[in-house]
């Protein structure tokens, strides 16, 4: 598997699965400013929709977006617990996590990274601050956000989390995911994959 990746993306929930599997695998870099990889190859012709994530599987074939790649890799090792099994009511409680994530969350923040009138971005902020009022309410009652064991959802959670301190969004309003926060950053895949993909020094 290769999986293509930009830094400060939401490629890095992905990068956080595969290394929580222990599967191997290939990463390579894009470029998202001139849709091309690092060995200058067009991303387009690689995922036409030009952004990232996007898994090339051993067959050859090519899976993108988050809730679907987080799904397929954590199902390439059961035995990890990354996923509950299909036809479980805890797999469609991740789902609805991996769902959540990023439609209220990964899309709230994405707002705040592009210009645009300050009363449009202060509407994103008051509309994230309402779903991240959700997300405290879970993380009081567990310790991951689809319950207590680390799961695909939580990889893509910790990515979502880690913009709001570019992006000046102050979390101390929700001790719960910020204490989360500080704890899912320091498990060993997290780092690895932050290291690997230039968010942060070994």
């Known amino acids: 598997m290769k999986l293509y990746y930009a830094t400060g993306t939401c490629s890095l929930a992905p990068h956080i699965v595969l290394l929580e599997t222990g599967l191997p695998f290939d990463t390579e870099k894009v470029s998202l400013a001139t849709k091309k990889t690092a060995g200058d190859v067009d991303y387009f012709s690689i995922n036409p929709k030009g952004y990232v994530p996007a898994l090339q599987l051993d067959n050859g074939e090519i899976l993108t977006e988050v809730p ?45 990274f ?14 994230l601050a309402a779903r991240l009022a959700i997300v405290e309410k879970q993380l009081q009652r567990h310790e991951h956000i689809a319950g207590n064991q680390f799961s695909a959802a939580d990889a893509y959670l910790i990515t979502v989390l880690g913009w709001a301190r570019p992006l000046k969004f102050d979390l101390a309003r929700w001790p719960a995911a910020q204490a989360y ?17 230039g968010l942060i020094k070994e």
Request: aromatic letters at 8%; hydrophobic letters at 40%.
């Open 68 to 112: 679907a790649v987080v799904q397929y890799i954590a199902d390439l090792a059961p035995e990890k617990q990354l996923a509950p099994a299909f036809g479980t009511m805890e797999r469609y409680r991740l789902i609805e996590w991996l769902n959540f994530i990023s439609t209220e969350l990964h899309k709230g923040f994405g707002v705040l």
């Open 114 to 127: 592009h210009p645009g009138p300050e009363e449009t971005k202060q509407a994103a902020r008051e509309l």
């Open 181 to 197: 926060q500080q704890r899912v950053s320091s498990r060993s895949t997290v780092h690895a994959a932050m290291v690997a993909q």
